[in-house]
């Protein structure tokens, strides 16, 4: 499944995924922009109209809950980046990530560690 999130949906599925199921208001108030309880709300539902969360009535409150997973969006937009961005290369896209500056040794020998085990656990993820 293709998960696309604009810039504001991400900001909210972000507070879902943080804090779990939340109240609009919830939402709204762990949010970093002060936006209007009605823009949240409004979000919260089209969100919901794409799948990718889910809500509960609660007396007269709506609980929301993210249905897509943390690591399902972030594979999804990996997949995308690397299409548009780097041509579909995996290895460009790699080059890239290690030469970012405030990379650290450690992070690279991490890294590294996770290349190794990948590879020796028969190279496909």
């Not at 794409?50 to 990996?78: D, M």
């Not at 405030?102 to 020796?120: H, S």
């Amino acid at each position: 499944m293709t998960v696309r999130f604009t810039e504001r949906e991400l900001d909210i599925m972000q507070v879902l995924w943080d804090r779990g199921e939340c109240t609009v208001s919830e939402v709204q108030t762990s949010l970093d922009d002060e936006l209007a309880y009605n823009t949240v709300l409004t979000m919260l539902r089209l969100l919901e109209e794409k799948g990718h969360v889910s809500r509960t009535i609660e007396g007269r409150a709506h609980r929301y809950r993210p249905v897509v997973e943390r690591e399902e969006a972030g594979s999804s937009a990996l997949g995308r980046v690397t299409r548009k961005l780097f041509q579909g290369s995996p290895e460009a896209l790699l080059l890239n990530l290690v030469n970012q500056p405030g990379v650290t040794r450690e992070e690279l020998e991490r890294m590294r560690d996770l290349l190794d085990r990948q590879l020796d656990e028969g190279g496909d993820p």
